[in-house]
């Protein structure tokens, strides 16, 4: 890549990151859906996810349906698939997914912790996958631990998706920075940048050594 292209990237992601901002702090939404009807869980049934299959841990990513989940998919460079990222939960058996997310999902702008039927709506997602890392049972541990204590403490979803700030994260901010506690690695997981500003793609999060896909489902 030139460096003039280079240049018309940066510029791109720029404006396009002013754009998403903007439009997730003061665009009109449809309301996530807050429950699945009849119709919506026969659609659920229907992907198989078999749940028994699942770990702690394990990372559940989709493509959201709106304008500004399309906007995201840009950042990720490599394979613009996905637009939001969580992780998995299990509570009394269930599975739920902890997730950092803003706008009408979530106005609180609270991390989040939803079942993950739920998560994964069948009228507001267009797919999900679900990958899993090479961790040891100890970094599993002290990943869900850092996972729990963001919950506790009430961490904000990031508006201005600024990584220096660890009282504010955006959904793949938060995964990268507890895998970083986890493993003692920051590099665990790659980063992408604009304009030397790092950031963490959501295909940051798959397209590396450290991951394996486990479950992928696309409801169309």
Not at 37 to 50: I, S, Y
Not at 113 to 123: A, R, V
């Given at each position: 890549m030139t460096k003039k292209d280079r240049i018309r990237q940066s510029m791109y992601s720029i404006i396009f990151g002013a754009f998403v901002i903007y439009t997730i702090k003061y665009a009109d939404f449809n309301p996530y859906p807050k429950r699945l009807?009849?119709?919506?869980?026969?659609?659920?049934?229907?992907?198989?996810?078999?749940e028994s299959i699942l770990q702690e841990g394990d990372i559940v990513l989709r493509h959201s349906k709106g304008f500004v989940s399309d906007a995201i998919l840009t950042f990720s460079t490599n394979d613009p698939e996905y637009s939001h990222s969580g992780v998995i939960k299990i509570v009394d058996g269930k599975t739920y997914v902890y997730h950092a997310t803003g706008g009408e999902e979530n106005v609180s702008n609270e991390m989040k912790?939803?079942?993950?039927?739920?998560?994964?709506?069948?009228?507001a997602v267009f797919k999900f996958g679900i990958f899993r890392y090479d961790l040891t049972s100890a970094q599993r541990k002290r990943f869900m631990d850092v996972l729990d204590g963001y919950y506790a403490k009430g961490v904000e979803f990031d508006m201005d998706f600024d990584m220096e700030t660890e009282e504010e994260m955006y959904c793949s901010e938060m995964i990268y920075k507890a895998l970083a506690i986890a493993t003692n690695d920051n590099n665990f997981i790659p980063l992408s940048e604009v304009l030397d500003k790092p950031y963490v793609a959501i295909d940051n999060l798959y397209l590396n050594d450290h991951c394996n896909l486990i479950f992928k489902y696309d409801y169309d």
């Open positions: 009807n009849a119709d919506h869980q026969e659609k659920w049934d229907a992907a198989g996810l078999d912790l939803d079942p993950i039927e739920l998560y994964c709506h069948p009228s």
